[in-house]
């Protein structure tokens, strides 16, 4: 596990802090907890706070579950870029990819128990990318709540 943060650019007030955890189950919980206390530094509402926390959850829960094989061999990197305005997570890994056009949304219809969290977080977050590639190595998934 490793923890390093970005500098402070005065400028905007930006902050960031990236958390490099194994893909393991156990350490989704230092995700939510390193969310709390970097949320500390601005005023969130409750609600939005578990909207975050959840969203969150979602996404590192994704990468360890689904990148790396029941093995679990490898890593997840969160980065945490708090803004006055609003807050962008970044959860990447080196996985097996996926083919994110079958990521469905809650509006597209059914959903399978594998699809729900990517749903979850778009329908949580007011900007949303995710970047991946069936057969290639590695997924990006980046979520923005404004303030």
């Given amino acids: 596990m490793r923890l390093t943060t970005g500098d402070t650019d005065e400028a905007d007030g930006a902050r960031a802090v990236t958390l490099r955890i194994p893909a393991k189950p156990e350490y989704i919980t230092l995700c939510r ?6 949320a500390q530094l601005r005023e969130i509402a409750d609600d939005v706070m578990a909207d975050l926390k959840l969203a969150l959850t979602e996404a590192v829960s994704n990468s360890v579950r689904h990148a790396y094989g029941p093995s679990g061999d490898g890593h997840v990197d ?13 959860v990447v890994d080196d996985g097996d990819g996926f083919d994110p056009d079958e990521a469905p949304s809650i509006d597209g219809g ?13 329908t ?4 949303f990318e995710l970047h991946s590639k069936l057969g290639e190595r590695g997924s990006r998934l980046r979520f923005v709540k404004n303030l």
């Fill in 33 to 38: 907890l390193a969310l709390t206390g970097l």
């Fill in 78 to 90: 969160v980065t945490y870029e708090l803004r006055p305005d609003r807050l962008a997570i970044e």
């Fill in 110 to 122: 059914e959903l399978s128990e594998g699809g729900l969290g990517i749903a979850i977080i778009r």
């Fill in 124 to 127: 949580i977050a007011d900007e």
